[in-house]
T-cell receptor
Framework: QKEVEQDPGPLSVPEGAIVSLNCTYSNSAFQYFMWYRQYSRKGPELLMYTYSSGNKEDGRFTAQVDKSSKYISLFIRDSQPSDSATYLCAMSAGNQFYFGTGTSLTVIP | EADIYQTPRYLVIGTGKKITLECSQTMGHDKMYWYQQDPGMELHLIHYSYGVNSTEKGDLSSESTVSRIRTEHFPLTLESARPSHTSQYLC???????????FGEGSRLTVL
């Protein structure tokens, strides 16, 4: 069983839509949760970082962590064509990191 | 914003060649990592370092080596490249006590 599961998509939405991206995990020891955005032929860019459970908001982006369900989400409000990218979830306990396989998102103008 | 740099960004070489992928960060982070990324797959850890003169092997380390002589520099060397090494290689770093991991832009390697 993989440590982190992420639906690969692809996901296609119209401009202005609310996007919900999700990951589930199996290791209850994970304490740090991250979301990365990766454009084609670029490295992952850290979007959101959350410690333990709860919500965190940054502009159009909201990250949610539900440790009881082992489930994390990233919401993108008012999605823009520039949000078209692959989104990776990541989590860690200690010094090792575990990544989802990424969800490919396309926002159609 | 992360200041982590990888060179070369793109490299095409022949089988059997020795290559070194460079990674430097200017943030003074103690911990550095090398990952391999293939399309549709999760990132695989190749090597990591917790500080100068400290290196550890990850899942895919058997065909490569790293060194950490300076805090800011963490090069990855393939002694004899093979077509199976064709992939994107990502360098990352984080500060001790912090949870976030920052990535470089990646080095895309093609072995013919």
């Amino acid at each position: 069983q993989k440590e982190v599961e992420q639906d690969p998509g692809p996901l296609s939405v119209p401009e202005g839509a609310i996007v919900s991206l999700n990951c589930t995990y199996s290791n209850s020891a994970f304490q740090y949760f991250m979301w990365y955005r990766q454009y084609s032929r670029k490295g992952p860019e850290l979007l959101m970082y959350t410690y333990s459970s709860g919500n965190k908001e940054d502009g159009r982006f909201t990250a949610q962590v539900d440790k009881s369900s082992k489930y994390i989400s990233l919401f993108i409000r008012d999605s823009q064509p520039s949000d078209s990218a692959t989104y990776l979830c990541a989590m860690s306990a200690g010094n090792q990191f575990y990544f989802g396989t990424g969800t490919s998102l396309t926002v159609i103008p | 914003e992360a200041d982590i740099y990888q060179t070369p960004r793109y490299l095409v070489i022949g089988t059997g060649k020795k290559i070194t992928l460079e990674c430097s960060q200017t943030m003074g982070h103690d911990k550095m990592y090398w990952y391999q990324q293939d399309p549709g797959m999760e990132l695989h850890l190749i090597h990591y370092s917790y500080g100068v003169n400290s290196t550890e092997k990850g899942d895919l380390s058997s065909e490569s080596t790293v060194s950490r002589i300076r805090t800011e520099h963490f090069p990855l060397t393939l002694e004899s490249a093979r077509p199976s090494h064709t992939s994107q290689y990502l360098c990352a770093s984080r500060d001790t006590g912090a949870g976030e991991l920052f990535f470089g832009e990646g080095s895309r390697l093609t072995v013919l």
